[in-house]
């Protein structure tokens, strides 16, 4: 059938999107990961027209990203002061964007007629989700955080791996369903050589992990470690203005009873705005934020100076999102200002260019984006620092290795009070492991109101706390002091170029 929609197409889109979202890290049954692109292939096997694919694998986007991104409606409600109504026409709009890249996805499975769908997946999930840019950047193989054997090949060419395992298997499985759907004599070993891409990828990706998991291991049981404590005084957003004396002040409590229960504490940490008040950045001594002179802290804040207007006689006031590392006595070792910042949310679109904009939109931030990518420096150990969602990003991370040079730890401070109680925090917390893998690094991670995180160098989750709880998470955190870079670290994204190489070849317009 190649005319008008059939329901049965629709069905088996909705059907894709709702495999996708009970896969993804919320519900969390992984296996359908695996799985989930086969109904959205059937349905666009035979449709000749490409608007009609990209049609259907909206759907399919769309349904899945309400499912995964459902905490959206209490942000715009809670924060932005959206009533019910907008507030779910928000929700919808921003998951038919995050949805758009099944959509694109589908378009070159469509595009590539005569490939097996376990190569034009494959190029479809690692050239978009490498380039769609996503407001919330995640990839379908983070459902696979809790299953470490097949994710420890990100070492070698980051999460574009993953996309990589997931499309080949979703693809070979739809070669294997249309190899059995035929009546010819060799029928089964038709189905053999179909889903035999599938059994290798997991097979090879299962034995890489098996290998080096083992190998990791022996390099933490000898690495010297750090002694942290994070400090998750359960005071989200709405506390900042609202109980602000209260807020400081639990911090610092809280803080002084851990240092006394373990006075071996090399570091204490508190989440992004952990101090709730903006400081001057001329300020080289703190000492008064941590009510107390025997450890040091690295804290989250908002920091100010007031710069020259080129070409006016006055100043303005520029404000960074800030993680402020402080000696025990209280003086400013370093700082690292947030470089990449919320849209709509820390700053607007073309703002630095076009001032005026901020006009348009008087209840949106408007921070300074930060441009030092030195890491924090405590002591001989070298903190590689991410705020809130840059944790999600692997080009961060990669940029900074490459710019500050190797380094002993990661550190993640952020605010998921923002969501509620949703499945938000265990999400982001599960997309921010494979930072972890991508540089064999531990990492220290510190919230609000949950969930603060140790994460190993092998991906786990080693401690955390609770969601929505007033905790205090004390870890020894392995530091590992080699200068070796995995491969992901030197050549970045080569499979992202490679399957942007072989779209544009399959796209390029010729003769039937």
Known sequence: MTGGLRFWRLAAAVTSGLLYFLGFVGVGWWPLIFVFWVPLLAAIHDVRSPWKVLGLGALAGTVAMMGGYYWVVHLL????????????????????????????????????????????????????????????????????????????????????????????????????VRAASGVFEGRSRRVARAAAPAVLALGIAATYGAIRIPMVDRVIERADSLKVAMIQANLGSND??????????THQRMTRRAIEKNPDLDLTVWPESGYNRSLPRARDNLGFVSGNRQVPLLFGAITYEYVPIPGEAGRERKAYNSAILTSSTGAVLSRYDKTRLLMFGETLPFVETFPKVKKLF???????????????????????????????????????WNVSGPAELLVNITNDSWYGDTHE????????????????????????????????????IAARTDQWERQTLVADVPVIRDDDATLFLRIGNVLGWWALAVALWWAWPRKR
Not at 240 to 249: H, L, T, Y
Not at 381 to 395: A, F, G, N, Q, T
């Open 77 to 176: 409600q809670v924060f932005a002061g959206l009533p019910a109504g907008w507030a779910f026409v928000g929700y919808l709009l921003l998951a038919m964007y995050q949805g758009g890249i099944m959509a694109v996805s589908a378009w070159v499975v469509h595009r590539a007629r005569g490939a097996p769908a376990s190569l034009s997946l494959t190029v479809a999930l690692v050239l978009w989700e490498s380039a769609y840019p996503l407001l919330f950047p995640n990839y379908a193989g983070n459902t696979l955080y809790r299953v470490p054997v097949l994710t420890q090949h990100v070492e070698l060419v980051g999460m574009a791996g993953l996309s990589a395992l997931v499309g080949l298997v979703n693809g070979a499985l739809w070669d294997a």
């Open 362 to 400: 008087p209840r949106s931030g408007t921070l300074t984006r930060g441009r030092d990518l030195r890491h924090l420096q405590l002591g001989d150990v070298k903190l590689l620092p991410m705020i809130c969602y840059e944790d999600l990003m692997p080009s961060l991370v990669r940029q900074l």
């Open 240 to 249: 900042m203005n609202r109980r602000r004396d209260e807020f400081i002040s």
């Open 425 to 460: 925090p265990i999400t982001h917390l599960a997309l921010a492991t494979f930072r972890s893998i991508e540089t064999r690094r531990a990492m220290i991670r510190s919230t609000n109101t949950g969930i603060s995180a140790i994460v190993d160098p092998v991906g786990r």
